[in-house]
């Protein structure tokens, strides 16, 4: 038989640092346990009870509103509100505490308490019975009466039994009735690490110095309504009371009924009336030769949806703020969605004009959504708060705030944290933390890997482990950028507000999906440096030229301001400044704004994130359709790219919209016919070993021809198709996305010196494979002669001579050396070539000029540079050899030990090894460069001396090529690179 009861003091994890589970692990758990309802009572305050009240309604778990009251003369209480206005009490309490103490805190005592009371059931929280805990009981009768409770619950520690008697006893003299509590921290025991993890973050100290900071027992979970039955069997009637408790306390956050301010300035007039009265008035103001019919059109169609969605109110208090910015003469523009509307046009909000642009007024406001709108106004940055403070003193405080951030950890913060609650040292926090880049929510277990830590350490592990855990965890609370919700009642009945940590501002404790779950307004009032910009450009113009602009009558479609857009030179301007952007703009041509509408559309983080934009599901879509006539391969394309195959090649042409033109497979020998019937377009093709041939093939042709790496076309190829015509498409899109970099075209020249390279390490590795095998055979007969292959000939006389080997394995074994000759023949005649190379190229001699670069060197780095001009710094070229190392996020410590797997691998091993050479000669150098040497073996011994010395390499190798200049050891141009 099941057992009734509701757990009434839950705290979650809004707590901050206190709790360590969120409200719908919460309620999930409640619900696999059959217990019947949940009261939140997070530490002074109800930061999570939206999310509560969520999952509650997804789960059908009763939520019981309440919050915990730590009062400063008086014993912790729990207090649930058991109607509307008791809530609205319980909100003023918890606002006025708040702004007592500060941001983050609250100060509330005994007589504040039975002020604010009235409606609230208080459940004491004692911890002996002493005769204080008697004292504050009687109190607490006296004050709420039959409102009045004392909670039981078990501590684990010695005599707790006893305890628990003597407290039912004392309760019972005072006639306050008992009611069973588990003070729940967590939801399942496996998460009571973490609330020790937490608890130690909020105390600043290690898990290992904790001590009685630490919560004294793992019992602070969820447990099913028997177990408590079982734990309580000597109180059966306080479990009973838990469900009383539920029963009396009928509030729910959908009773909250939210009512905009009124906006009225004529008496007698509905806020749709005044509405309606000043957007005609606006309509004529902007329209002065008359409203077009298509305007007045879209404004009555807007003014009606406005009027069945009842957000007249709302229009009106933007409008307000608005003409106050104005009357001030502070510049601000409304945008994003509500640059839709043409009512926000007329009423001074946007500067998108109605008649000139087609509007989707649905896109801001739609009946089907039933979403609050949300209008964004900026102004001038240095006077926004001027704005600010008017909303302020016009709707009052206690009917205004902003709306609150939630500050949740992300990887790199709680590994920080979690290292320190483990007792790591700070230079092991900080090189694992060194991993996770930007704003990371995850960890990635390859790149800790890298570190070369050991993490399979048991504190390490648990340390990641924990981290993950608390990935996501509210940590604090922090103001919105400018998000304002006000009311026409009073805020402070809604929701508590505390003080921000700015002087003359105030918060809500809830965030933006909280208020948007609850269908709360809320008005942005955003700042934006580029309109204090305009700001001072307009007033200039005024002053010295008479011109006197706002920003709805500046021209429009200047051609010469938007050639200077198509080039990219928008430097400082504000939405097209970033350098994704400025990389899109010579592509799409923008020559209206419409066009700039789109490639701002385009260049976002959503679209971007998720590896598409318009013109890329455009053309997706086209991958199934047919192929193109002859035709529409001599009509204008942008973009072609090319999929080279062993015998037929795939062309996808795209216009600069991002529209398929063309579709057409070639053979070998249409390739160029079919070029040359093209007018010039840019042509994309993945590089290959055979695509540097084809690309001068086609650039002769006349065409800008470029090579795009393989691994930045496989993210473009469309999943679960895989052919010629989908990677055709995939080069196209991306070759257009802004974050794309290329492979520089070889000449014939430089393609043949890489040949002889590639052959010649083709078969040093045929000569290494030989040569172990050589020395395995010989091994197993007991044959062992030092390493390096100058003494293999000594291995070969020992075979010959001696007489325990079988016939066999001795012809086996001259076969094999006389393949060994063969090999090296063939090795010495190629380095032959490439040593004459290396005296001929006046670039190779340069080089050749540098300690620890011999010929073989030199030819390879000449034949893979096409153009060293390509590398703006000396860090950036060896960046390109993945010979620099990585960076901390915040340009702290680097890690000289890691050689990444990009740039040119061959390059690179040839760098290191010479540098491992010079260091190993260091010692016996007797000049500065050899005691130079010696210092860094001292400073970053072994590995670490080895990459710092082929960067170095690197750097000078640039400087000399760049510079044209052969290396001065002497010098300060060079050598100081």
């Not at 007589?111 to 911890?127: C, F, R, T």
Request: hydrophobic share 40%; glycine share 6%.
């Amino acid at each position: 038989m099941s057992v009734p009861y509701a757990e009434l003091q839950v705290t979650t994890y809004f707590s901050f640092l206190r709790g360590a589970s969120s409200p719908i692990e919460l309620f999930e758990q409640a619900k696999a346990l059959g217990i019947e309802a949940l009261g939140i009572c997070d530490r002074n305050s109800l930061a999570g009870m939206v999310q509560a009240h969520v999952a509650a309604k997804e789960t059908g778990i009763r939520l019981v509103v309440g919050c915990r009251l730590d009062l400063a003369d008086f014993l912790p209480v729990l207090v649930y509100p058991t109607d509307r206005a008791a809530y609205g009490r319980l909100c003023r309490l918890l606002s006025l505490g708040k702004a007592r103490a500060g941001k983050g805190k609250c100060h509330l005592l005994w007589e504040d308490l039975v002020a604010w009371g009235e409606g609230l059931l208080v459940i004491l929280l004692p911890d002996t019975a002493d005769d204080a805990c008697a004292l504050h009981l009687r109190k607490l009768k006296d004050a709420f009466a039959d409102r009045a409770y004392m909670a039981l619950t078990l501590r684990r520690r010695p005599n707790d039994q006893m305890r628990l008697y003597e407290l039912a006893n004392l309760a019972h003299q005072a006639r306050v009735p008992a009611v069973v509590t588990n003070d729940v921290l967590f939801h399942t025991h496996d998460r009571r690490i973490l609330q020790d993890v937490v608890t130690c973050i909020r105390n600043h100290t290690t898990i290992d110095e904790a001590g009685f900071a630490r919560e004294r027992h793992a019992d602070r979970y969820l447990k099913p309504p028997a177990e408590m039955a079982r734990l309580f069997s000597r109180y059966p009637e306080a479990v009973a009371r838990t469900m009383e408790i539920v029963e009396r306390c009928r509030f729910s956050l959908d009773d909250l009924a939210y009512q905009y301010p009124d906006e009225v300035s004529v008496p007698g007039q509905s806020p749709q009336q005044a509405l309606e009265a000043l957007t005609w008035e606006g309509a004529a103001a902007a329209y002065p030769e008359g409203i077009p019919p298509e305007v007045r059109k879209t404004l009555s169609h807007e003014l009606a949806l406005i009027g069945r969605m009842d957000y007249a109110p709302y229009f009106l208090t933007v409008h307000s703020i608005v003409r106050y910015a104005r009357s001030q003469g502070i510049l601000c523009q409304g945008r994003g969605s509500a640059a839709n509307s043409a009512v926000c046009y007329v009423l001074g909000i946007t500067a998108i004009d109605p008649a000139r642009t087609s509007l989707l007024f649905e896109r801001f406001v739609s009946e089907e959504r039933r979403e609050p709108p949300d209008i964004d106004v900026d102004f001038e940055h240095a006077r926004r708060e001027q704005v600010i403070q008017w909303i302020y003193g016009h709707y009052g405080r206690n009917h205004a705030a902003l709306t609150a951030v939630v500050t949740r950890y992300r990887a790199k913060g709680a590994l920080r944290d979690v290292g320190k609650v483990m007792g790591l040292p700070e230079d092991l926090i900080r090189t694992l933390s060194g991993q996770i880049w930007g704003w990371g929510r995850k960890l990635d277990e390859g790149a800790l890997n890298e570190t070369g830590i050991d993490l399979s350490d048991r504190r390490i592990r648990l340390t990641l482990d924990l981290t993950r855990c608390l990935i996501g965890v509210p940590r604090h609370l922090s103001q919105h950028p400018g998000g304002f919700v006000l009311t026409r009642d009073r805020l402070d009945e809604l929701v508590p507000i505390e003080p921000a940590a700015m002087d003359g501002r105030q918060i809500i404790e809830w965030d933006k999906d909280d208020i948007d779950v609850l269908k709360f307004m809320k008005v942005d009032v955003l700042a934006l440096g580029m309109l204090t910009c305009m700001k001072k450009g307009l007033d200039l113009l005024a002053e010295h030229k008479g011109q006197h602009y706002t920003l709805q009558t500046i021209p429009a479609e200047d051609p010469r301001t938007y050639a200077m857009i198509r080039k990219a030179d928008t430097i400082g301007v504000f939405q097209i400044e970033s350098r994704a952007q400025m990389s899109m703009l010579p592509r799409l041509r923008p020559r209206v704004f419409y066009d700039l509408v789109i490639e701002v559309a385009i260049v976002r983080p959503g679209p971007i994130q998720m590896g598409w934009t318009a013109s890329m599901r455009h053309q997706c879509a086209m991958l199934g359709s047919e192929d193109h006539s002859e035709e529409t391969a001599r009509m204008k394309v942008t973009i072609i790219g090319l999929d080279i195959a062993k015998s037929v090649f795939q062309a996808h042409g795209t216009d600069a919209s991002g529209k398929c033109l063309l579709k057409k497979k070639l053979g070998r020998s249409e390739v160029v016919p079919f070029f040359e019937k093209l007018e010039r377009c840019q042509v994309v093709i993945e590089a290959c070993s055979t695509s540097h041939h084809w690309a001068r093939v086609i650039r002769d042709t006349g065409h800008e021809v470029k090579l795009i790496p393989p691994e930045m076309v496989k993210p473009f190829v469309k999943r679960g198709k895989k052919n010629d015509a989908v990677d055709a498409a995939a080069i196209c899109l991306a070759a257009i996305h802004p974050d794309t970099r290329f492979v520089p075209i070889k000449n014939r020249e430089q393609q043949s010196l890489l040949s002889l390279h590639s052959t010649r390490t083709l078969l040093v590795k045929q000569q290494t494979m030989l040569v172990n095998a050589l020395r395995a055979l010989a091994a197993e007969f007991g044959l062992i002669v030092p390493l390096g292959n100058a003494r293999l000939p000594e291995l070969l006389a020992k075979i010959e001579t001696s007489s325990n080997l079988p016939d066999a394995l001795k012809q086996t074994t001259i076969l094999l050396f006389e393949q060994y000759g063969r090999l090296s023949e063939s090795i010495e005649s190629l380095e032959g070539g490439i040593r004459t190379h290396a005296k001929q190229d006046e670039d190779a001699r340069r080089l050749l000029t540098v300690p620890g670069i011999g010929p073989v060197t030199a030819s390879l780095i000449v034949a893979s540079i096409t153009d060293i001009a390509a590398f703006d710094t000396a860090r950036h070229f060896a960046a390109w050899l993945g010979l620099v190392p990585r960076q901390h996020s915040s340009g702290g410590k680097t890690r000289l030990g890691r050689i990444t797997k990009t740039g040119n691998r061959e390059i690179r091993k040839m760098l290191v090894l010479g540098a491992t050479s010079m260091l190993y000669r260091a010692q016996k150098w007797n000049s500065a460069a050899g005691a130079w040497l010696c210092k860094l073996l001292e400073r970053r011994p072994g590995r670490l001396a080895t990459v710092a010395l082929a960067n170095k390499l690197a750097r000078i190798i640039w400087a000399l090529l760049s510079r044209k200049e052969i290396y001065r050891p002497a010098g300060r141009s060079v050598a100081t690179v």
